[in-house]
């Protein structure tokens, strides 16, 4: 292993390192029951808020379209020993639609739950195919299955423990931002075995911008007065990883 990508190594251990400490050292962290009080609410032709549920189609389409050139055309340069990765990163985007779509139907602790599920596959399999593209194919291919497994447990944990009336998101928020840090280092100190890389980039970008949108949620929709700034959040999010999927198409091995 050269020594920047040592360097790399070393700097996602380490704010793994950090992000575990600082999560251990922190309280349980309950679900804020203010998260389900998006600010527009409105209901069109019999919707319940409209714009938070439709938003989600997006992902859908991105998911679907994904999935139809992996396993129909074969239009993606992809190794194809971690083809399930990418099967598996569409299909949670794919399932983000409805699980997004039916959470904002009715938001609460409940049906937040299949919200978060989808998204959690998604984020696993992308961590997985960021690791076998930049580190190593083989660990990669070999985390697919325990990262997901993680993911999916800090959904049931943070659950079960609110139907305990003593939920803890400290997990699941690890599952969601450490692979978010740790990515740009992989992208930086690692080399990739594909030419092209700035679809991962465009991704953060958007990923960090729908975050903004969903931390500004009332202030967009009082600019805007017809949408929220969750509902743009969505839009944004699919964006990224519809050119996230353009650039699997484009690219090439090195």
Known sequence: MQNKEKL????????????IVALLLLDPIGQDPNYHGFSDTRKIFSILNFWNVVSNVPFL????FGLYKILVSGSLTIKG????????????????????????LWPNNQTLV???LPMTIAFMALFSIVISEFVSNAVGKALLFPLIIIGVASVFYWHFGELKGAG??????????????????????F????????GYWLLLIAYIAAKLFE????EVYAALGFMSGHAIKHAVAALGLYILLVS??????A
């Open 248 to 253: 699997y198409e484009r690219r090439c091995l």
């Open 215 to 218: 931390h500004f949620d009332a």
């Open 8 to 19: 790399g190594a070393v700097l996602v251990a380490v704010i793994a390192l950090v992000a």
């Open 114 to 116: 299949w919200d978060r």
């Open 168 to 189: 803890d998101l400290r997990l699941y928020a690890f599952v969601q931002f450490f692979p978010m840090l740790a990515i740009p280092v992989i992208l930086i100190y």
């Open 81 to 104: 020993d971690v083809k399930t990765s990418y099967i598996l990163l569409f299909l949670g985007v794919m399932l983000v639609a409805f699980g997004s779509g039916y959470y904002h």
């Open 191 to 198: 080399g990739s075995s594909f030419t092209e890389v700035k």
């Open 61 to 64: 389409v991105v998911g679907l």
